[in-house]
């Protein structure tokens, strides 16, 4: 099997698999030397000796963030009786209302709405 074969092409993983996965050093592999490192989609890293993969995240990660953020926010201004948040925004269950604030503490939005 060819080094080229053994990097480039991926396989699928059962969802048991624990991360992150151990590779084996490409020939010539020096981990000082960012050029021995193999070309892969994803995050590598080299530890006890050890060569690690992760699986693609960060880059992919914000990009999908920003699309679906995005979407959401036409589709929320169009539908004000809902808000949208990103990042750990969590979920509101309150019996109460819950007002929409107007950023930096701004007066609320068309009135209070119900949580869901």
Same mark, same amino acid.
């Given at each position: 099997?060819?080094?080229?074969?053994?990097?480039?092409?991926?396989?699928?993983l059962?969802?048991?698999?624990?991360? /992150?996965?151990?590779?084996?050093?490409?020939?010539?592999?020096?981990? +000082?030397?960012?050029? &021995?490192?193999?070309?892969? =989609?994803? *995050?590598?890293?080299?530890v006890?000796?050890?060569?690690?993969?992760m /699986?693609?995240?960060?880059?992919?990660?914000q990009?999908?963030?920003? +699309?679906?953020?995005? &979407?959401?926010?036409?589709? =929320?201004? *169009?539908?004000?009786?809902?808000?949208?948040?990103?990042?750990?925004?969590g979920?509101?269950?309150?019996?109460?209302?819950?007002?929409?604030?107007?950023?930096?503490?701004?007066?609320?939005?068309?009135?209070?709405?119900?949580?869901?």
């Open positions: 099997m060819s080094t080229l074969s053994r990097y480039g092409e991926a396989i699928s059962p969802r048991a698999v624990r991360f /992150p996965v151990e590779m084996l050093p490409p020939k010539g592999f020096d981990a +000082d030397t960012l050029e &021995t490192w193999p070309k892969v =989609v994803g *995050r590598l890293e080299y006890d000796g050890r060569l690690l993969f /699986p693609p995240c960060g880059d992919f990660q990009d999908t963030v920003t +699309d679906v953020a995005i &979407t959401l926010g036409a589709w =929320v201004r *169009r539908h004000r009786e809902f808000v949208l948040g990103t990042n750990e925004a979920c509101v269950s309150a019996t109460p209302p819950v007002r929409r604030m107007q950023p930096f503490g701004g007066a609320p939005i068309s009135g209070p709405m119900t949580a869901a």
